[in-house]
């Protein structure tokens, strides 16, 4: 495959998540399980909200401190929902660097802008990047665009707005429902086994064909 274009999800692929980190967090703060909450979406779709810019973080934690009966400041949950992020490994940090060398490579994440600040916080920090756009030709962030995948639109938008060749283009997310929504337009789409350092999964799979 002569591959022109690399996609990638963030989280779980670029960046290891600790989802039960938060869990963890938000159940020892409230008494209450969020474990579906994170995962569908619950309750009242402010989770999807939130990552599609529909509501401030503002009004995301004081709704949340509302359904968890949390008298304490936002705060600690604001603490507690970023618990879930883990510092980019220098690997993928790497890998990617090279990758650029010969690739169009392009970042989609569904996500708001209160995990936006705190992984470029963690960049800054640990790698004295500013902003993900150091290692990416372009960077769409859902909570910006105002989609969300698996929305077939989040993908065509993209597509259109890098005049991407769908037989020259891989897409990687750690998220069935992703992959199946990227393949139904086209597009070469692969499950990435979460938390995987890139070069681990890339090498024998992409690396080898694509460079």
């Given at each position: 495959?002569?591959?022109?274009?690399?996609?990638?999800?963030?989280?779980?692929?670029?960046?290891?998540?600790?989802?039960?980190?938060?869990?963890?967090?938000?159940?020892?703060?409230?008494?209450?399980?969020?474990?579906?909450?994170?995962?569908?979406?619950?309750?009242?779709?402010?989770?999807?909200?939130?990552?599609?810019?529909?509501i401030?973080?503002?009004?995301?934690?004081?709704?949340?401190?509302?359904?968890?009966?949390?008298?304490?400041?936002?705060?600690?949950?604001?603490?507690?929902?970023?618990?879930?992020?883990?510092?980019?490994?220098?690997?993928?940090?790497?890998?990617?660097?090279?990758?650029?060398?010969?690739h169009?490579?392009?970042?989609?994440?569904?996500?708001?802008?209160?995990?936006?600040?705190?992984?470029?916080?963690?960049?800054?920090?640990?790698?004295?990047?500013?902003?993900?756009?150091?290692?990416?030709?372009?960077?769409?962030?859902?909570?910006?665009?105002?989609?969300?995948?698996?929305?077939?639109?989040?993908?065509?938008?993209?597509?259109?707005?890098?005049?991407?060749?769908?037989?020259?283009?891989?897409?990687?997310?750690?998220t069935?429902?992703?992959?199946?929504?990227?393949?139904?337009?086209?597009?070469?789409?692969?499950?990435?086994?979460?938390?995987?350092?890139l070069?681990?999964?890339?090498?024998?799979?992409?690396?080898?064909?694509?460079?």
């Amino acid at each position: 495959m002569d591959c022109k274009t690399i996609i990638f999800d963030l989280g779980g692929v670029i960046l290891p998540l600790d989802v039960q980190s938060t869990i963890k967090k938000i159940l020892a703060l409230t008494g209450k399980d969020v474990k579906n909450w994170i995962q569908f979406g619950f309750p009242h779709d402010i989770i999807q909200k939130f990552e599609l810019g529909k509501i401030s973080e503002r009004t995301f934690f004081e709704e949340m401190k509302d359904l968890l009966e949390f008298d304490d400041d936002i705060y600690y949950l604001k603490d507690a929902w970023n618990s879930m992020l883990l510092d980019i490994p220098k690997e993928n940090i790497e890998t990617l660097k090279e990758l650029s060398k010969q690739h169009q490579l392009i970042l989609l994440s569904n996500t708001c802008e209160t995990h936006i600040k705190k992984f470029e916080q963690m960049l800054s920090d640990t790698h004295e990047i500013s902003h993900l756009e150091e290692l990416f030709n372009q960077v769409y962030f859902s909570c910006r665009m105002g989609l969300r995948k698996p929305d077939e639109k989040i993908f065509q938008k993209i597509i259109k707005d890098n005049n991407i060749d769908l037989h020259k283009a891989i897409y990687y997310d750690d998220t069935l429902t992703h992959i199946e929504s990227a393949k139904t337009i086209g597009l070469n789409a692969l499950l990435y086994p979460q938390n995987q350092l890139l070069d681990c999964v890339l090498q024998p799979i992409t690396v080898n064909s694509l460079l």
